[in-house]
């Protein structure tokens, strides 16, 4: 079973930053896929990024290219989610998920989930 910890929520403050970490445990995190996936009051929950086994292939959503990094450290099994520029519709539950395949990647497992609240 692999466990996922989010971390790093907060509030931010429109046009700030904040950066968000995920905590992987159970079995060799560098086997897995990496997401970060959001979900706001009343929406589906859509995909924010992703990064492959190695980080040598990583993708995003349109609206959040050139604001949001996506990086993951093997050695730490750690995935983070540097978030720049943000904006209120940022505004949402975060999570972490991991997952095999690349592209069009599958992800099993979840973590809980960590606020980002965005003031204007």
């Known amino acids: 079973q692999v466990q996922l910890v989010e971390s790093g929520g907060g509030l931010v403050q429109a046009g700030g930053s904040l950066r968000l970490s995920c905590a992987v445990s159970?079995?060799?995190?560098?086997?897995?896929?990496m997401g970060w996936f959001r979900q706001a009051p009343g929406k589906e929950r859509e995909f924010v990024a992703g990064?492959?086994?190695?980080?040598?292939?990583?993708s995003y959503r349109d609206s959040v290219k050139g604001r949001f990094t996506i990086s993951r450290d093997n050695a730490k099994n750690t995935v983070f989610l540097q978030m720049n520029s943000v904006k209120p519709e940022d505004m949402a539950l975060y999570y972490c998920?991991?997952?095999?395949?690349?592209?069009?990647?599958?992800?099993?497992?979840w973590g809980q989930g960590t606020q980002v609240t965005v003031s204007s």
């Open positions: 159970g079995r060799p995190f560098s086997r897995y896929t």
């Open positions: 998920a991991a997952g095999t395949g690349w592209p069009g990647a599958l992800y099993d497992y």
């Open positions: 990064i492959a086994r190695s980080g040598g292939s990583i």
